[in-house]
T-cell receptor, first 111, second 113 residues
Framework: NAGVTQTPKFQVLKTGQSMTLQCAQD?????MSWYRQDPGMGLRLIHY???????DQGEVPNGYNVSRSTTEDFPLRLLSAAPSQTSVYFC??????????FGPGTRLTVL | GEDVEQSLFLSVREGDSSVINCTYT??????LYWYKQEPGAGLQLLTY?????DMKQDQRLTVLLNKKDKHLSLRIADTQTGDSAIYFC?????????????FGKGTKLSVIP
């Protein structure tokens, strides 16, 4: 199993550009989530999904969209990037509550 | 609302024990977790404890839970340089829709050779 994979590893955007961060897992996990990690802030939940076709907002959802058309994939979309979205983004998946498996992260810089 | 607090830094000498502390506010939390993040990597689950337990031991790791004080601690015995990392405490609140983890800000453990 590859576990949780994320692409790209690094990305630089200009303000106003859009992009999609990819996340995939091959463990048949129902629950997937996106977090952002900022210095001194820990991890904050952006969006999560409890299964294909079901998504919900986390603590900091503004500026991000998600969809879950398959069990395996959970992409995160930035429609119009802002400097405040410069962060490290982690995708995670879980079969049971709380035992989440994390991807390696995407480091995003918005100029 | 839920809140998880941790001290930001801890420095210990190699071979000593490390104790990382965490306090939480949601008394209905059913699970409490410790995650480890090495530089440039994602988070890795170290251990977890059910809320009806007081202690859990796993090799060099000991987790203590004081529900009355809402205090969780992680003790690492015989700390090694490879234990240098950021350690996150996290809770899963009980109730419907509790598919979220609330993380503390993380404690950076530095091990001095």
């Amino acid at each position: 199993n590859a576990g949780v994979t994320q692409t790209p590893k690094f990305q630089v955007l200009k303000t106003g550009q859009s992009m999609t961060l990819q996340c995939a897992q091959d463990m048949n996990h129902e629950y997937m989530s996106w977090y952002r990690q900022d210095p001194g802030m820990g991890l904050r939940l952006i969006h999560y999904s409890v299964g294909a076709g079901i998504t919900d907002q986390g603590e900091v959802p503004n500026g991000y969209n998600v969809s879950r058309s398959t069990t395996e994939d959970f992409p995160l979309r930035l429609l119009s990037a802002a400097p405040s979205q410069t962060s490290v983004y982690f995708c995670a998946s879980s079969l049971t509550l709380g035992e989440q498996f994390f991807g390696p992260g995407t480091r995003l810089t918005v100029l | 609302g839920e809140d998880v607090e941790q001290s930001l830094f801890l420095s210990v000498r190699e071979g000593d024990s490390s104790v990382i502390n965490c306090t939480y506010t949601d008394s209905s939390s059913t699970y409490l977790y410790w995650y480890k993040q090495e530089p440039g990597a994602g988070l890795q689950l170290l251990t977890y404890i059910f809320s009806n337990m007081d202690m859990k031991q796993d090799q060099r790791l000991t987790v203590l839970l004081n529900k009355k004080d809402k205090h969780l601690s992680l003790r690492i015995a015989d700390t090694q340089t490879g234990d240098s990392a950021i350690y996150f405490c996290a809770e899963t609140p009980s109730g419907a829709g509790s598919y979220q983890l609330t993380f503390g800000k993380g404690t950076k453990l530095s091990v001095i050779p």
